[in-house]
């Protein structure tokens, strides 16, 4: 089984929609990351958490909000989508400590808005 | 702030040549810099990561990045491509909490 799951793989949804984007972990790291990458800009950063109750903005939060249920568990949701966040979406985790630790990912939710 | 910038969006080289893949970097502070591999639908796997023990460093795939503090540089190579390698790339800038600023990524393509 994969140390980072997303689920769904792949939505497709209209927009004005509510989404939730989902991710689990079995690595036991603390920190928990959201990314979104689109074509020519690689990964920006949208919100991360370094334990259960800490949650932090990133570069591009705007029109996003997210969960941390549990250290294992960080949710991302899109309140009311709109087409120009259609992308593919990545979790990672990382665990405690300086900024060497990398980052382990998850396999991507692409999401298509209509 | 820091930040990256990756040389060139599509590099294409033959099977059995070299591979380089460029990126240089902007950094306040001594940097940790890292290069990520993406295949067609999967997440990024790490290459390689630099943090400071030597300047040349080694990964997987037989894939190493050489840190030029006077260049800020952290350019990716391989002697010899493989059709395997053809993949997207990503280098990318650790801030002091561990967050990530990546570059724009480069497509390598392997040609027979």
């Known amino acids: 089984d994969a140390d980072v799951t997303q689920t769904p793989r792949n939505r497709i949804t209209k927009t004005g929609k509510r989404i939730m984007l989902e991710c689990s972990q079995t690595?036991?790291?603390?920190?928990m990351y959201w990314y979104r990458q689109d074509p020519g800009l690689g990964l920006r950063l949208i919100y991360y958490s370094f334990d259960v109750k800490d949650i932090n903005k990133g570069e591009i939060s705007d029109g996003y909000s997210v969960s941390r249920q549990a250290q294992a568990k960080f949710s991302l949701s899109l309140e009311s989508a709109i087409p120009n966040q259609t992308a593919l979406y990545f979790c990672?985790?990382?665990?405690?400590?300086?900024?060497?630790?990398?980052?382990?990912f998850g396999d991507g939710t692409r999401l298509s808005i209509l | 702030a820091q930040s990256v910038t990756q040389l060139g969006s599509h590099v294409s080289v033959s099977e059995g040549a070299l591979v380089l893949l460029r990126c240089n970097y902007s950094?306040?502070?001594?940097?940790?810099l890292f290069w990520y591999v993406q295949y067609p639908n999967q997440g990024l796997q790490l290459l390689l990561k630099y943090t400071s023990a030597a300047t040349l460093v080694k990964g997987i795939n037989g894939f190493e990045a050489e840190f030029k503090k006077s260049e800020t540089s952290f350019h990716l190579t391989k002697p010899s491509a493989h059709m395997s390698d053809a993949a997207e790339y990503f280098c990318?800038?650790?801030?002091?909490?561990?967050?990530?600023?990546f570059g724009q990524g480069t497509t390598l393509q392997v040609k027979p």
């Open positions: 990318a800038v650790s801030d002091l909490q561990g967050k990530l600023i």
């Open positions: 950094s306040s502070v001594p940097p940790y």
């Open positions: 990672a985790t990382s665990d405690r400590g300086p900024g060497n630790q990398p980052q382990h």
């Open positions: 690595k036991g790291h603390d920190r």
